[in-house]
């Protein structure tokens, strides 16, 4: 089966650090590139980074420009998302997200992670 | 970043209805949107991408149109399992970017 599963979420204090872990399973990590959207509390969706299947390109929303960090193991068949200078509008459900198709750069979302929460407050 | 705008916001509907949603993009976007399907607390659901092409297994009662700026979501006749929160997104340039979802509720 198809799955990706976040772990790493949980409460912070403003200013500080968290990161996020991505774990595929059922398909090949290194086929795809892979993203993180994020969910605040009773909000829409938000994209917010992509990486390509080699790490080489990697993309941001401009709120969490040299903040956050997306990586990937390909090796582990796992994604990361550090979170650094964390701050209370980052409070949200983050997901992992595979797209459709392998070597495709422009592409829908069709596999998600069931999300974890991170939630920065004092 | 390209805008996406939904409308409506939100709307009551009874089981059977033929329900339409609209998304409007800031710019031209040519066919790169997709629409999902949220149900409270679970993670999106791709239905339609490419615009018009449905995702394997879902429903032929879903269906998508358009291209350039401004595309629909209709759904033909709505069954109980389809009260959700419906969420375009483009997928033409970065940022990637949604559209602020439309809830679907029941009449």
């Known amino acids: 089966e198809v799955q990706l599963v976040e772990s790493g979420g949980g409460l912070v204090q403003p200013g500080g650090s968290l990161r996020l872990s991505c774990a595929a399973s059922g398909f090949t990590l290194s086929s795809y590139w892979m993203s993180w959207v994020r969910q605040a509390p009773g909000k829409g969706l938000e994209w917010v980074a992509n990486?390509?299947?080699?790490?080489?390109?990697?993309y941001y929303v401009d709120s969490v420009k040299g903040r956050f960090t997306i990586s990937r193991d390909n090796a582990k068949n796992s994604l990361y998302l550090q979170m650094n200078s964390l701050r209370a509008e980052d409070t949200a459900v983050y997901y992992c997200?595979?797209?459709?198709?392998?070597?495709?750069?422009?592409?829908?979302?069709?596999?998600w992670g069931q999300g974890t929460m991170v939630t920065v407050s004092s | 970043a390209i805008r996406m705008t939904q409308s409506p916001s939100s709307f009551s509907a009874s089981t059977g209805d033929r329900v339409t949603i609209t998304c409007r993009a800031s710019?031209?976007?040519?066919?790169?949107l997709a629409w999902y399907q949220q149900r409270p607390g679970k993670a999106p659901k791709l239905l339609i991408y490419?615009?018009?092409t449905l995702q394997s297994g879902v429903p032929s009662r879903f269906s998508g149109s358009g291209s350039g700026t401004d595309f629909t979501l209709t759904i033909s006749c709505l069954q109980s399992e389809d009260f959700a929160t419906y969420y375009c997104q483009q997928y033409y340039s970065y940022p990637r970017t949604f559209g602020q979802g439309t809830k679907v509720e029941i009449k």
């Open positions: 710019q031209g976007i040519s066919s790169y």
């Open positions: 997200a595979r797209p459709r198709a392998i070597d495709i750069t422009l592409d829908a979302f069709d596999i």
């Open positions: 990486i390509k299947q080699d790490g080489s390109e990697k």
């Open positions: 490419a615009a018009s």
